[in-house]
């Protein structure tokens, strides 16, 4: 048993998804429980470490999950939730967060009240001021700022190059890396499905122009006319393919998601006639070392106030609804899930 069991209570909240028979098919349900410490305990090794969660985040990686989607999550019940900020009860009471590895997906998540985790996943301390605040930027946070890492180190990118295009800006991750390029002095061009509702929004971040997705239609040419200097990619599928089609010689896109789909039925001819660099970037299994540097970036110089301030904190009886959302693509602004929220409370 983990030599922090002790701190633990016999009883924790927990938003579970179990596995439910309906006329012969299996959905997917999820809802508030009662979990009991005691099995958890027992099952933990002594190398891991509790965690009191006070805060966690909704990412499209909880939606699948909370769908029974199994490329997420092979096992249920289970409780999603791949962010989560809170206290360690290793007797240090040290703030701590923890995103990516396995969190949320085969290991019980930030959806519950307290997780046991190896340390090797743990930062800590917490390089914000509060777990709330470390939960608005999360993996969606933590994987627009590695994109823009990537760009900055890898594809040379610099503010006088020309326009930087971001795919998926009203999500959580392309929101962000529009917020911190603005910062930085980029000229950012937004795309988005959404440009009659989130385009005021979207200029609020910093973007200099907000386009529609159209500008990202399948087209049988090879190659288009060189519009932009380099891409932060957050959907994959036909819209990556199409946006390599339109970088600049020598340009770069950094790759990050596949709501868009995870094929990529392109040529090659953007990266031989051009010299287009296609950068992948994982937030989930990169070294902790890494992770911490941009966390740091995040809590000082890459802080993102239109970002942090349009953030809405909901309560778990509240992830349903806010889950099938997000997995419609109807969500749009960071979400954080505060634990001391209740039905009673919120209603105030």
């Known amino acids: 048993m983990s030599s922090s069991s002790t701190s633990l209570p016999s009883t924790f909240q927990a938003w579970r998804v179990d596995p439910v028979q309906v006329e012969g098919k299996t959905t997917?349900?999820?809802?508030?429980q009662t979990m009991e410490t005691a099995p958890a305990a027992a099952a933990a090794s002594n190398d891991k470490v509790w965690m009191h969660v006070t805060h966690s985040s909704l990412n499209y990686k909880d939606a699948l999950s909370a769908a029974g989607n199994k490329g997420v999550t092979r096992n249920f019940p289970h409780t999603p939730g791949i962010d989560a900020a809170g206290t360690l009860l290793d007797g240090t009471s040290s703030s701590a967060l923890v995103t990516g590895y396995d969190l949320g997906m085969n290991t019980d998540g930030g959806f519950g009240q307290y997780i046991c985790v190896p340390p090797e996943w743990i930062v800590s301390p917490n390089p914000f001021e509060s777990a709330r605040v470390a939960m608005i930027y999360g993996t969606a946070g933590l994987t627009a700022g590695l994109c823009v890492e990537k760009l900055l180190q890898a594809g040379k990118a610099q503010p006088g190059d020309g326009p930087v295009l971001v795919t998926g800006s009203t999500g959580n991750v392309g929101s962000v890396a529009v917020e911190i390029l603005a910062k930085l002095g980029f000229e950012v061009v937004a795309v988005t499905g959404k440009i009659?509702?989130?385009?005021?929004?979207?200029?609020?971040?910093?973007?200099?122009?907000?386009?529609?997705?159209?500008?990202?239609?399948?087209?049988?040419?090879?190659?288009?006319?060189?519009?932009?200097?380099h891409a932060i990619d957050t959907v994959g599928g036909s819209p990556l393919v199409e946006l390599l089609k339109q970088i600049q010689p020598g340009g770069s896109v950094s790759c990050c998601g596949l709501v868009a789909g995870a094929q990529l039925e392109t040529t090659v001819l953007p990266f031989i006639l051009r010299g287009v660099n296609l950068l992948g970037v994982d937030s989930v299994e990169i070294p902790l070392e890494e992770k911490k540097k941009i966390w740091g970036k995040l809590a000082t110089s890459w802080r993102c106030p239109t970002t942090e301030a349009s953030a809405k904190d909901i309560g778990r009886h509240e992830l349903?609804?806010?889950?099938?959302?997000?997995?419609?693509?109807?969500?749009?602004?960071?979400?954080?899930?505060?634990?001391?929220?209740?039905?009673?409370?919120?209603n105030l």
């Not at 997917?28 to 508030?32: D, T």
Request: proline share 6%; charged share 30%.
């Open 320 to 346: 349903d609804s806010h889950l099938k959302a997000c997995l419609k693509g109807l969500s749009s602004g960071k979400i954080v899930l505060d634990h001391s929220i209740s039905p009673s409370s919120s």
């Open 196 to 229: 009659d509702t989130h385009q005021d929004w979207l200029k609020d971040l910093g973007a200099s122009k907000v386009v529609d997705r159209d500008v990202l239609k399948a087209n049988p040419k090879p190659l288009l006319k060189p519009e932009y200097a």
């Open 28 to 32: 997917y349900v999820g809802r508030e």
